[in-house]
C-alpha cells in the first residue's frame, strides 16, 4: 500500500502491485524476443603447442610399432629391442577396445536407447577400455562424483563414488559391489600375456640363437619396460576432470562434479611386473 515499486530479478521494476498484471506480460514478451549469445575463446599459443606435441607422440608412437617401416641406420637396436615390444601392446591395446564396441553393440541389442548406447561407445570406448585395463592390472585409481554426473558413470562405479567424497577406485572394492568385476582382472591378465606371447613372437632371433628361457627373459624385460612406461601413460591420457554448473529444460546440474584419476608413479611398478 506504500506505492513502491515490484522489482522482479530479470524484469526489473515492474510497478506497483496493482499494476503487475498489466506490465507482466509486456515484459515477458521482451524476455521471449530477446536474444541469447553463447561463445567460447580458444588459446591459440597453447592449443597449437598441445596439438603439435600430441601428433609428434603419434607419429613416435606408429614408427615405433610398425615392424616394416625402415629405420635409419644405426638404429637396428631399435627394430630388434623396441619394435616388438611396443607393436604387441599397441595390437592389444587396439583388441581391447574392439571388444569394448563389441560388448557395447551387446548391450544396445534389445535395449530402449540403442543409439544413445552406440554413440556413447563410439565416443568413449578408448578412454572407458583404457581405464578398465589398469584397474584390472590392479593400478589404484581415485575418484569423486556429485550430483547429476553420477548417473553417467557404469555399474558398479556410479555406487562406489556417489558418496560425493574422495573414494578409492580398486578392483577389490568394485568387486564388493559386483563380483563380475572380476572378469575384468582375467581379461586384462589376458591381454598381457598375449603381448608377451606377441613380444616373443616378432623379436627377431639373431644369428647362432636359439629360442630358449633365456631369449623368452629377454623379451619380458623389453615387454616390462615398454608396459612400466605405457600404463602411465595411459592412466595420464584417461584422466576424468569435469565440473558442471547448469540447468537447462529441468535438468539440474548444479555443483556437478566428476573426477578419475591414476597415480603415475603408482602405474609404473605394475606395468614392470606384469
Same mark, same amino acid.
Given at each position: 500500500?506504500?506505492?513502491?515499486?515490484?522489482?522482479?530479478?530479470?524484469?526489473?521494476?515492474?510497478?506497483?502491485?496493482?499494476?503487475?498484471?498489466?506490465? !507482466?506480460?509486456?515484459?515477458?514478451?521482451?524476455?521471449?524476443?530477446?536474444?541469447?549469445?553463447?561463445?567460447?575463446?580458444?588459446?591459440?599459443?597453447?592449443?597449437?603447442?598441445?596439438?603439435?606435441?600430441?601428433?609428434?607422440?603419434?607419429?613416435?608412437?606408429?614408427?615405433?610399432?610398425?615392424?616394416?617401416?625402415?629405420?635409419?641406420?644405426?638404429?637396428?637396436?631399435?627394430?630388434?629391442?623396441?619394435?616388438?615390444?611396443?607393436?604387441?601392446?599397441?595390437?592389444?591395446?587396439?583388441?581391447?577396445?574392439?571388444?569394448? =564396441?563389441?560388448?557395447?553393440?551387446?548391450?544396445?541389442?534389445?535395449?530402449?536407447?540403442?543409439?544413445?548406447? !552406440? %554413440?556413447?561407445?563410439? /565416443?568413449?570406448?578408448?578412454?572407458?577400455? =583404457?581405464?578398465?585395463?589398469?584397474?584390472?592390472?590392479?593400478?589404484?585409481?581415485? %575418484?569423486? $562424483?556429485?550430483?547429476?554426473?553420477?548417473?553417467?558413470?557404469?555399474?558398479?562405479?556410479?555406487?562406489?563414488?556417489?558418496?560425493?567424497?574422495?573414494?578409492?577406485?580398486? !578392483?577389490?572394492?568394485?568387486?564388493?559391489?559386483? %563380483?563380475?568385476?572380476? !572378469?575384468?582382472?582375467?581379461?586384462?591378465?589376458? /591381454?598381457?600375456?598375449? $603381448?608377451?606371447? /606377441?613380444?616373443?613372437?616378432?623379436?627377431? *632371433?639373431?644369428?647362432?640363437?636359439?629360442?630358449? =628361457?633365456?631369449?623368452?627373459?629377454?623379451?619380458? *624385460?623389453?615387454?616390462?619396460?615398454?608396459?612400466?612406461?605405457?600404463?602411465?601413460?595411459?592412466?595420464?591420457?584417461?584422466?576424468?576432470?569435469?565440473?558442471?554448473?547448469?540447468?537447462?529444460?529441468?535438468?539440474?546440474?548444479?555443483?556437478?562434479?566428476?573426477?578419475?584419476?591414476?597415480?603415475?608413479?603408482?602405474?609404473?611398478?605394475?606395468?614392470?611386473?606384469?
Amino acid at each position: 500500500g506504500g506505492g513502491g515499486g515490484v522489482e522482479i530479478p530479470g524484469l526489473g521494476d515492474v510497478g506497483g502491485i496493482g499494476d503487475v498484471g498489466g506490465l !507482466l506480460p509486456d515484459r515477458i514478451g521482451d524476455l521471449i524476443e530477446a536474444e541469447a549469445a553463447v561463445g567460447f575463446t580458444v588459446d591459440t599459443v597453447p592449443t597449437l603447442l598441445g596439438g603439435l606435441a600430441h601428433v609428434t607422440a603419434v607419429l613416435l608412437v606408429a614408427l615405433l610399432a610398425s615392424r616394416r617401416t625402415p629405420l635409419p641406420r644405426g638404429c637396428e637396436a631399435v627394430h630388434r629391442v623396441v619394435r616388438p615390444a611396443v607393436s604387441a601392446l599397441v595390437t592389444v591395446a587396439l583388441t581391447a577396445v574392439a571388444a569394448g =564396441w563389441a560388448a557395447a553393440g551387446y548391450a544396445a541389442i534389445g535395449d530402449d536407447h540403442p543409439r544413445r548406447i !552406440l %554413440g556413447a561407445a563410439l /565416443l568413449g570406448a578408448p578412454n572407458g577400455v =583404457w581405464l578398465g585395463v589398469p584397474l584390472g592390472l590392479f593400478v589404484p585409481w581415485e %575418484g569423486r $562424483a556429485t550430483g547429476e554426473l553420477v548417473r553417467v558413470l557404469p555399474d558398479p562405479l556410479d555406487e562406489l563414488l556417489g558418496t560425493g567424497t574422495w573414494e578409492p577406485v580398486t !578392483l577389490a572394492r568394485l568387486a564388493e559391489l559386483d %563380483g563380475r568385476v572380476w !572378469l575384468l582382472g582375467v581379461a586384462a591378465a589376458l /591381454l598381457m600375456l598375449s $603381448a608377451g606371447v /606377441l613380444t616373443a613372437a616378432r623379436t627377431p *632371433v639373431a644369428p647362432g640363437e636359439e629360442r630358449s =628361457w633365456t631369449f623368452a627373459g629377454r623379451c619380458a *624385460v623389453r615387454l616390462g619396460l615398454a608396459t612400466a612406461v605405457a600404463l602411465p601413460v595411459s592412466a595420464w591420457l584417461t584422466e576424468v576432470s569435469v565440473d558442471a554448473s547448469l540447468s537447462v529444460l529441468g535438468v539440474d546440474a548444479f555443483g556437478a562434479g566428476l573426477d578419475l584419476r591414476g597415480p603415475l608413479a603408482t602405474a609404473l611398478l605394475p606395468g614392470a611386473l606384469w
